[in-house]
């Protein structure tokens, strides 16, 4: 079995960190108008998780490309050939 190309390993990482930088900026944003530090924190958090969740729905709705589509097929026929059918 082939190993997953570099691009493949740092898709999550991408995620984690547009997501952070989104929170970061929402919770900024509320700390300088409301001067809570608690509340922003709470929006920062809640920021965090909303953007994650956005950007991964985002990501699996992309359509696959051919050689993406050719991989799926090739581990498809893998997993058929392992299992006797």
Same mark, same amino acid.
């Given at each position: 079995?082939?190993?997953? %190309? ?16 989104? %929170? ?34 985002? %990501?699996? %709705? ?24």
């Amino acid at each position: 079995m082939n190993a997953p %190309a570099p691009r493949d390993r740092t898709r999550p990482a991408e995620l984690l960190i547009i997501s952070g930088v989104l %929170a970061i900026f929402v919770g900024l944003v509320v700390l300088m108008s409301t001067r809570e530090i608690v509340l922003s924190l709470i929006f920062l958090v809640i920021a965090f998780i909303v953007a994650l969740v956005v950007l991964a729905m985002l %990501a699996l %709705a992309v359509r696959p490309d051919f050689a993406e589509k050719s991989d799926i097929d090739e581990q498809d026929r893998e997993q058929g050939g392992r299992r006797g059918h």
